[in-house]
């Protein structure tokens, strides 16, 4: 399988950021591959394929949950053969039924190539972006 390159994950990325961004399911969901596999800090459990995610995005939904802005800094690429590893921090400012929030959040997305020769994400980590009082004390 052909290795990736640095362009090809960078366009995934953006596909995938600008899709989330727009609140975007077909298009966002189009970004993983079926297998993808979920860690949220937000849930309990790991989600094991992309199916899992789609369900609990769409109870989102349904609950009045929306972005309304993202954005990403602080990238970072690493090649790996047939596969990427993305990280950035990201800002999300969502609407929930109870208003809106911002999260600050970081964020580590494995990217491959498919059997079709498409760069889809095939992991998703999410962590809370640390504050100055989440630093350990020396």
């Known amino acids: 399988m052909q290795d990736l390159t ?3 994950v960078a366009a995934a990325a953006e596909r995938l950021v600008a899709a989330f ?11 993983f591959a079926e297998h993808a596999s979920f860690v949220f800090h937000t849930e309990p459990d ?19 949950w929306r972005v309304l802005g993202c954005a990403s800094s602080n990238r970072r690429i690493q090649l790996a053969g047939a596969a990427a590893v993305f990280s950035h921090d990201v800002a999300t400012t ?12 970081r964020e580590t997305i494995v990217f491959a190539r498919d059997a079709d020769g498409e760069v889809l994400a095939v ?8 504050g100055p009082s989440d ?3 020396s």
């Not at 961004?21 to 970004?31: R, S």
């Not at 790991?46 to 009045?64: F, V």
């Not at 992991?123 to 640390?130: A, R, V, Y």
């Open 21 to 31: 961004a727009a609140t975007d399911t077909e298009a966002y969901f189009a970004c």
């Open 94 to 105: 969502i609407e929930t039924g109870a208003g809106r929030e911002i999260l600050n959040e």
């Open 46 to 64: 790991r989600l094991d394929n992309r199916e899992d995610y789609r369900l609990l995005w769409k109870s989102w939904l349904a609950e009045g």
């Open 135 to 137: 630093k350990a004390l």
């Open 123 to 130: 992991h998703e980590h999410l962590s809370p972006l640390p």
């Open 6 to 8: 640095e362009r090809e």
